[in-house]
């Protein structure tokens, strides 16, 4: 599976971005995509995920409320809806899929990596 990510760029706090991430390569239902964010000498933590099935869905906290995760499986996309930007949501934002692992929130259980778009939000 090769992921490709798209739609980052630099918008005012408080604005809106759609990402997208474009995979070749059958994704199984029992996949999740998830999408993780890395700033500037930090981890890279955990953003979001939708179960590809299914359609369940899961946010970190810092998110919630502002993000929205989606997919669309006949054009085998998914997509991360970021509302209400805030400075600190600035990074470079990868998907990634899940097939198999123990828990779909750490980076190191996911198999396949897109290349990561940069989200700049300036105050």
């Known amino acids: 599976v090769q992921l490709q990510a798209s739609g980052g760029g630099l918008v005012q706090a408080g604005g809106s971005l759609r990402l997208s991430c474009a995979a070749s390569?059958?994704?199984?239902?029992?996949?999740?995509m998830g999408w993780f964010r890395q700033a500037p000498e930090k981890e890279r933590e955990f953003v979001a995920a939708?179960?590809?099935?299914?359609?369940?869905?899961y946010y970190a906290d810092s998110v919630k409320g502002r993000f929205t995760i989606s997919r669309n499986n006949a054009e085998n996309t998914a997509y991360l809806q970021m509302a209400s930007l805030k400075p600190e949501d600035t990074a470079v934002y990868y998907c990634?899929?899940?097939?198999?692992?123990?828990?779909?929130?750490?980076?190191?259980?996911?198999?396949?990596w897109g290349q990561g778009t940069l989200v700049t939000v300036s105050s």
């Open positions: 990634a899929v899940f097939r198999r692992g123990s828990n779909f929130y750490s980076p190191q259980d996911y198999d396949y």
């Open positions: 390569g059958r994704i199984f239902s029992s996949h999740i």
């Open positions: 939708i179960r590809w099935g299914v359609g369940n869905r």
